[in-house]
């Protein structure tokens, strides 16, 4: 099996918006069956969207998808935390893998980031 379609869930449409913007994620001006197409490198086997979870209740819904960064995890949680409506989990290593930052906006929307170390052996794609 391959991935083709990573479907992100939010109760805020707007400011998970802004998050993914602020991380450098571009929106690409299409909605298909309501959901906000995101912009993904040329060679990627698989779309991103966003869509809107339709209940305010803050049950927990979706899975969480890890992406590397070109960044460094300090980096990126020092430039997330400078913004209000996304709170950041401290970075985590992970031995023989790397490290990991988890960050989630207030309308639920949460990733993870991945910072290999040095010396993890990198998944055959």
Do not use: C
Not at 3 to 26: C, K, M, N, P, Y
Not at 30 to 56: C, M, P, W, Y
Not at 63 to 79: C, G, H, N, Q, W
Not at 113 to 124: D, L, N, Q
């Amino acid at each position: 099996m391959n991935l083709r379609q990573l479907e992100l869930v939010t109760t805020d449409l707007d400011v998970s918006l802004r998050f993914l913007q602020a991380i450098g994620w571009r929106i690409i001006p299409v909605s298909i069956q309501d959901q906000i197409i995101l912009e993904v490198a040329e060679n990627s086997s698989f779309g991103i969207s966003l869509r809107l979870h339709k209940t305010k209740a803050k049950e927990a819904f979706g899975s969480l998808a890890y992406f590397e960064t070109k960044d460094s995890l300090a980096e990126l949680r020092e430039k997330l935390s400078s913004l209000d409506f996304v709170s950041t989990s401290d970075i985590k290593a992970i031995a023989g893998y790397g490290k990991i930052l988890i960050a989630e906006d207030s309308g639920g929307l949460k990733l993870g980031f991945y910072e290999p170390s040095t010396h993890t052996a990198r998944p055959i794609s």
